[in-house]
């Protein structure tokens, strides 16, 4: 079946239970595999590198408008 949006089954959790950990992931490895660097996508996002870093150290609160930001600056279609 061809989506054209991955659903979050297709990112599994942190065997932990980590939310963090599992978005630090995910965001690293979409970032990594669309070739942006942590400037790039914190410009996307409308962050800051700081904050993109904090994500990606498994440091930041997975909130809705974090969640929102980061999910419009990785979306290809954007």
Do not use: C, W, Y
């Amino acid at each position: 079946m061809n989506r054209a949006r991955p659903l979050i089954e297709d990112f599994p959790a942190h065997p932990d239970g980590d939310p963090a950990g599992a978005l630090a992931r995910a965001v690293r490895e979409r970032r990594t595999a669309l070739g942006l660097s942590i400037a790039d996508l914190a410009k996307r996002a409308d962050l800051t590198d700081a904050q993109i870093r904090a994500v990606e150290a498994g440091h930041a609160a997975p909130t809705l408008p974090l969640l929102t930001a980061l999910s419009r600056a990785l979306n290809t279609e954007a």
